[in-house]
């Protein structure tokens, strides 16, 4: 009996699962990457979209916020363009030479034995590129990104011009967030999304430990079960069950995920040991 009760522990730990946001949680803000993508996306909604530049900010800040990532609230508003060529073009040119090699959170991420998968808004090859200049490419199962929820997108003719949606105007003359266009580009925070993304990646999230630097985001993952940890402050706030500083403080926040696997050896050390024991007497 004593044994059969080691072995459900053991087969079902609290958590069997780690997400983790890539861009601002596994590198720091101050990397500098999130300000260069700010500037590209501008740039790219000035000489290929056409629009002027005196809108861009008030703009972009319309479309982040109500849409969770300015493509997003391009594409809601009326705007067609190649999703390939829109990353192309706001990743292709950021100063990768910024995020620099972690050994310790590599290290860190290797003593965590437990299954861990990446969750980012960004594209497959942008992943993949920031996670090897990390040095943690073989540190993760797998990528959930942009492609993973996202076809590819579908052209417009080049003589039918887009109707555009005035959500400036509509916001101005008192227009409400809920009578706004939606997007087809399915990301975070989007609700639905998320939980597209946990179905396609077989993820419990009653059983799962989500890690992004967007309060939004950790919001929307804890709607949907998520147990959620704020990265790039110490301080906790509505949503998040855990806050830190740094992606390096893992451990002193979450010692279960370390003492999980201890017992777990121990178990397993010790059953091995008795079958050894039984075989050579």
Known sequence: ME?????????DP????????????????????????KTNIEAYM???LGIEESKIENLGNLLYKNYGTTMAGLRAI?????????????????????????????????NMRIRK????????IHAMRA????????????????????????????????????????????????????????????????EAALRIANVNPYKAIFFDDS?????????????????GTSHRVKGADHALESIHNIREALPELWEEAEKTEDVLYSDRVAIETSVTA
């Open 131 to 194: 996670l090897k200049r990390l040095g943690l490419e073989d540190c993760f199962e797998g990528i959930i990104c942009f492609e993973t929820l996202n076809p590819p997108c579908l052209l417009m003719p080049c003589d039918q011009a887009p109707e555009i949606f005035d959500i400036a105007g509509h916001f101005a003359g008192l227009g409400s967030a809920d009578d706004l266009p939606r997007t087809p580009v399915l990301c975070k925070p989007n609700v639905g999304a998320m």
């Open 14 to 37: 609290k958590f069997d699962c780690l997400l983790f946001d890539l861009d601002d949680t596994l590198y720091p803000l101050s990397s500098g990457i999130s300000s260069h993508v």
């Open 78 to 110: 009326g705007y067609n363009f190649d999703y390939d060529e829109y990353h192309s073009f706001v990743h292709g040119r950021l100063p990768y030479d910024n995020i620099k090699p972690d050994p310790v959170l590599k290290q860190i991420l290797k």
């Open 215 to 231: 309060l939004r985001n950790i919001q929307a993952g804890k709607r949907i079960g998520l147990h959620t940890v704020l990265v």
């Open 3 to 11: 044994f059969d009760e080691r072995c459900l522990k053991v087969q």
């Open 117 to 124: 998968l990446i969750f980012t808004n960004g594209d497959m």
């Open 46 to 48: 000035v000489e290929k």
